[in-house]
């Protein structure tokens, strides 16, 4: 369907009802959280002193965010570094055993620095493990090693205890360092099965090459702690890539986007000084005393701040590795334009989407449409197991897997409703309206699924229960506005379509 064939007017109408309903929730939040936390005996110092041009306390009690940023700004000099000694090692002296082997020795330095020779050594023990699965050549077995290291991982977090006096670490090293093991333990997957399609050991020479590069990449400091996972080949093909001289556009490119995410940074920064959302998450009970526009505001306030995260880290982190030469996923896209389950998935981590479509969904052999459910059903338990054997997490990935199925027999339905009963009778205007209509459930179901990752199984009860009994105008308000957000991401999705065949034209010319 043609971009300009729906009524431009009630386009902007959607646009307009989104965006102010969005902005008046979030007021309310802030109104909600300017009262509440006003004379707040801060026991777990949620908060601390603001910027000093504002005169405002800041919220600090979100732990990634309070841990990522100083170590993002602490990062930054051993990855410059690290990429302009890479970058003169493919000019000068173009060769893979030295690129690697100085990837490892950054990395190995900054571990040890920072965070002991015990700790150190911790990392290497899965991309060691990985390099001798894949000498075995048994994808089977490399997927049973790689499941007991999620429950020893796992087991490791909750006896943190014991592990963090062991290892002799703080809190937020030990958090830090169980962070990059479990990035870790995602390349030491994608190197294992990679390897096993596509490398035959020759000699010790080979063998060594192999570990090296495996050591390097599960290791590669620009993506270490906080990722995103980019996979083996796209390593190997970035370590394998010909020196590309630094032209004016290039360094344009690369200095244009990191100021764009460390001003989305800042932005971020700025927003924590006027909305405290992240310190009323520890407050189950006043969160069901909110209001619907301050509840469903302080929910899209959880997930627009989640976004924002990942827009810094993956963005900073891939932008790092692109000056590299390495491939990295593009940013997530916003959730404030996105109402399917599905492309949540595609376009949010990327480069978790792309290994579990690798690895897991497509090896799995989904060709028919119970062989999809079931295939799906492995990727999700695969993202439980790895994220954490915790109850919110399960009912987090067991309704994601539940709404895509839902998404894809609704899809099934639409088309079949729509070519058999209703071809001569529905015009592609009603048919886009028809689907958003149907998909504004959907989308409700899905903000909430996301709650119990966001907030925990207590916050995302509440929805449930909240959605449920709230009265049939307040719900209907709600699916309403849904449906223009539903209108809103259909209508970008077009534009994005339309823009991307038009590139494609002028690129083929």
């Known amino acids: 369907m043609a971009v300009d064939q729906f009524p431009k007017a009630e386009v902007r109408f959607y646009f307009a009802a989104w965006i102010a309903a969005v902005a008046y929730s979030v007021y309310c939040v802030h109104l909600v959280t300017e009262s509440f ?97 894949a000498s075995v050549r048994s994808k089977s077995l490399s997927w049973c090693a790689h499941c007991c290291t999620l429950g020893l991982i796992y087991w490791a977090k909750i006896s943190d205890v014991v592990f963090r006096e062991w290892l002799g670490l703080d809190d937020e090293a030990y958090f830090l360092l169980t962070a990059a093991i479990c990035w870790i333990q995602l390349r030491s997957i994608s190197y294992g099965l990679d390897s096993i399609d596509g490398f035959v050991y020759e000699d010790v020479d080979g063998f060594v090459l192999d570990l090296m590069k495996n050591v390097a990449y599960c290791l590669y400091l620009p993506t270490l702690f906080l990722g995103p996972i980019i996979l083996y080949e796209q390593f190997v093909r970035g370590i394998e890539k010909a020196y590309h001289p630094w032209s004016l556009d290039r360094t344009k490119k690369i200095a244009l986007d990191l100021a764009r995410y460390f001003f989305w940074l800042y932005v971020t920064q700025f927003c924590l000084h006027y909305v405290y959302f992240n310190a009323l998450r520890f ?55 996105i109402h399917l389950y599905s492309d949540m998935w595609k376009h949010f981590d990327r480069g978790l989407y792309t290994f579990l479509l690798k690895y897991i969904y497509i090896p799995c052999n989904a060709r028919s449409n119970l062989g999809k459910v079931l295939a799906t059903a492995v990727s999700f338990t695969f993202i439980y197991l790895w994220h954490g054997m915790h109850l919110y997490i399960f009912i987090w990935s067991f309704l994601n897997f539940l709404g895509l199925v839902i998404e894809n027999t609704a899809r099934s339905f639409s088309d079949y409703f729509y070519k058999v009963i209703l071809r001569d009778k529905m015009g592609p205007s009603n048919k886009r309206r028809f689907e958003c209509a149907l998909c504004s459930p959907l989308l409700a179901f899905s903000a909430i699924s996301n709650f119990y990752f966001f907030a925990g199984d207590e916050i995302g009860h509440t929805y449930v229960w909240r959605f449920f009994t709230e009265s049939w105008s307040i719900n209907l308000l709600l699916l309403s506005i849904l449906y223009c957000c539903c209108q809103t991401s259909t209508e970008i999705k077009l534009k994005e379509r339309v823009c991307s065949i038009k590139t494609k034209d002028q690129y083929e010319e």
């Open 37 to 133: 936390f006003k004379y707040y005996d801060d026991a777990y110092n949620d908060f601390a002193p603001g910027w000093k041009l504002l005169q405002r306390k800041l919220d600090t009690s979100d732990e990634e965010w309070k841990v990522w940023i100083p170590l993002i700004f602490k990062l930054v000099p051993w990855v410059v570094v690290q990429i302009v000694v890479s970058q003169l090692i493919k000019k000068y002296h173009p060769n893979k055993k030295l690129i690697c082997g100085w990837y490892m020795a950054v990395s190995l330095t900054y571990l040890w620095t920072n965070f002991g020779l015990l700790s150190t050594l911790c990392t290497l023990l899965l991309p060691c493990l990985s390099c001798l699965l």
């Open 283 to 337: 407050h189950p009970d006043a969160v069901r005393r909110l209001g619907p526009w301050a509840l469903y505001g302080f929910g899209y306030c959880l997930g627009q701040y989640f976004l924002n995260k990942y827009v810094v880290v993956y963005g900073l982190a891939s932008t790092a590795c692109r000056a590299d030469d390495v491939q990295a996923p593009a940013q997530p896209k916003c959730i404030g334009r």
